[in-house]
Every structure is written in structure tokens, then in C-alpha cells.
């Protein structure tokens, strides 16, 4: 027996409560604007902020694309994915371009999104401020008084230590030269897509109880000093080995055997594409 | 008027969405007008921004003339189980057409910005204006904007005054909403900074 739920899971009041927390952090571009996260049939901590934003952003006529650290086909995506269909009915795409909405983990898809597209991240430490204090109060209060010497200072450590900003993800970023946010565990490579982006880009905390967001044309700078300055991460001389593309984020594979390094495109949906589009191009050379 | 609450109200609010992260861009609303919304004491487009946003959870304050506004008030307490307020409690100000302009900067002065720790807890306002376009009227930049957008909403430049006053120290701030006869809306976020480049 299977019940019959609410289009979108989520009962009216709930979409209400979202949609509201939803506009305002979209006028404070970069504040955690706090919501009353709801229980939902996924573990906390596993993109039920996300889902939260998507359940109460998604309509009739959206497509849906969701990814799992690039992937497509990964458990969460997948379980997401089959999640809201089940509740909606909307149809589901692996290709960014025919997506509306697009509930991303740890990535932004490597083609540039349009302006009708809605990039929904799911976060799970929006607080950028946590590592420095641990009190909530103390964190909102310095977001209150722009006093951002301990997000600095995390950063001046690392270079201490490691002589360079050892940020693997998350990297620090000042939104519209006033909130400092955690742009979700996205790669640095991923950074420089969030400013002045052409589609609205909404994070959703759900266990954190926290919604935040960057809206189109919006600056987005990561942290740095004049000395050492921001860097993304270099894949200089590599490659997908897969479809031979150079400029996107690579995933290092290690042959357990042989110890021998490969590197693949980390955003699999791009990746196919381009294998199609070089097979149509070659099938159309053979032919003639 | 047939309303959908579960899926016309989700168009709306992708509407409102859309519009509040690009301000001054004016997006449109699906005419649902018959009978019943003629009688409407406002405009559908504010009524239905009402529908989509407000519930018991929320207060909302009624500026207009006192017959329509008793009305609306009514109106939206039964269809939204939302409470009225004062309007320096209010979390929603809606702003009808008529002879206000003292009245809405009176409420203006004194409606919620929010605090430095909790900026969110703000005034929302809906403002019920004729008609809107990008023709002429003020210039907006900011967040959301590109490079400028032109957007006029038939209110004037004490209105625009006493607006910008209140959103001076960002993040505190107020956020509007503009929705005309048309059923259009166009919103304008307190990240925005506008300047009269004419004879509003």
C-alpha cells in the first residue's frame, strides 16, 4: 500500500514558513536567516535543507536535476530525486541546461546556469563563524557587528602552518561586500561561479535550521590577502581521461595495482555530453 | 475566483521569488478575475501576494481608507487565519490606492526594520500601485541588478525619501512589493539603492 501525500510533501503551512525565510534571505543576500526546519524522511545532515528549499520552491512545470558531488547517479541524489517525483510528478533531467531547479551537493555544474534556473545547495555547516566560537549567540553577533577577525584568522593560520590557505571546501566568501558565508562545501574551483551569476542561488541548512542565499549579479569575493591571494585548485597538464577536458574540475583516481594516477571529469553529466557530442561528430565523419 | 491554493500559489511565489532577486523586474500573475474579485477591496495581485505569504503565524497592517480596509482586513483574516497589528508590529504592510501618502510615511518611520542580530525581523511591504513599468521613473542598482533598471511605480519622491531612510543602515531594512491592476508586480529589496532621475 502506498499512501497518497500532499503535492510536494510538505502541508501549506510549511511551504508558507519556507517561502517566507526564502524572500528574506534573498533581500539580506548572504545572512543565515533562521526557519523552522521540518522532520523530513531523510537524515539530517543529508540535504534536508535542500530539499526543504526545493519542496517549496518546485511547481507543476519544473524539471528537476539533482547531483551528488558531481554525480547524477550517487545514492543521495538518487534518493532525493525519487523523493520528490514521488510527491510531485515533475519530470527528472541529468542535463543542466533543461533543468529549473537544481539541488546540487558539494557542486556547481560546470555549464554557466541561466537566469530561469534555481541552484538550490544543501549545506551542512552554514556557519562560517564556528570554528571561532561555538555559542550561536556569540556567532550571530559578530555577523552583527562585521567583525570577521576570526574568519581571517583561521585563514592567516593555515598560511602559518602549511604556507598556503588549505580551505579543501567551503572556502569563506564576502557576499555583496557585507556578510561573510560559507558557500556549502563546493570546491574552490566553484567559488568564482557564484559571482555575478545569471540564476539565483538558494542554501538551505536543515539541520542547522538555516537559509541563506546570493542573488543574481550579486558580489561574491572569496577571502585572500595581497600576499596570498585566493587560488582555486590547478589541474594544469591534466586531463579527462574519459573526454579530454581541461578547463572543468577533475576527480584524481588512483589505480590501487599499478599506483598510477588518472584523472576524470568530477561533473558527470558534462562529461557525458561531451562523449556524445564527439561520437555524433565522429559517426557524421565516417558516414560522409 | 477559483484560487488553487497548493499549486496557483506556487506560481505566485516563484513570481514574487524572481522578482525580489532582480529588482525592478516586473513579472506578471495568471487573471483569475470574476465576480467575486471584482469586489475585491484591492487589487488581485495584492490580494493574492496576501494568499501566498501571510498565515497565522505572520500580522499583517491594513493602510487605506477605513471601510476598505476593515474589509480587506476581514478578508485576509479568514482566508489566511492571519492576525492585524499595529503598524509598528506588523510583519506585512499592505498600502492601498488612495489619498495615504502621510499616513504611509507615517508607518514608515516607525514600522519594523529588524535589529543588527536579526535583521529578518523587518516589515514586509505590499503597495498597491496603478499600474507599473520600466519605462521611466527611478533607477535602481544593487544586488540582482546587472548594471541599472528603471522602474516606475507612480509613488513619489517623499514616498521613495522616507523609504530610503529607513533601509540607510543596511542590513536593517524594508522590503516592498509593488503590485498594480495589471496583476503585475515588481519588488524592491532593502539592498537596493535607487535614484530619482526625474520628476517621479
New interface residues.
Partial sequence: MKTKT???FFD??S???I??????A????G?Q??FASREMPIARGWGTGGLQLTL?????NDVLKVIDQGADESVNAVSIKKLVQHTTGVPLTESTTDATIIQSRHRIPELPLK?DQILVLQVPNPEPLRKVDAREYMT??MH??DDYSGAWLILFEQIMRYGKMTTGAAHPVYV?G??VMAPSPIPRFDNPKMHQSEA?ILLGAGREKKIY?V?????VESLGFEDYPFTVESFEGEQCHLCGATEVFLDELIDPDSCERTYQCNDTSHCIERLNSKEAEEVEKSYA | MVIDQVHDLQKVYRKILHSMSRPGTITSFEQKADSISKSLPCNEAVFLCALTLFDAEVTFHIIGEQEKSERLAELISSYTMSNKAPHDQADFIIALQGNLTKEIEKAMNVCKSGDLINPQNSATWILESVLISNQSGVTLTGPGIEREALLQTGYDEHFWMARNLRTKEYPLGIDCIFADFSNQIACVPRTTKMVATEVI
Wanted: charged content about 30%; cysteine-free.
Fill in positions: 500532499h503535492f510536494a501549506e503551512g511551504k508558507k514558513e517561502r517566507r525565510a526564502t524572500l528574506k534573498v533581500a539580506i543576500p545572512y536567516v533562521p517549496s520552491l518546485i511547481g507543476k537566469s550571530k553577533r552583527a557587528e555583496n557585507r556578510y539565483l542565499a542573488p543574481p549579479y550579486t558580489n
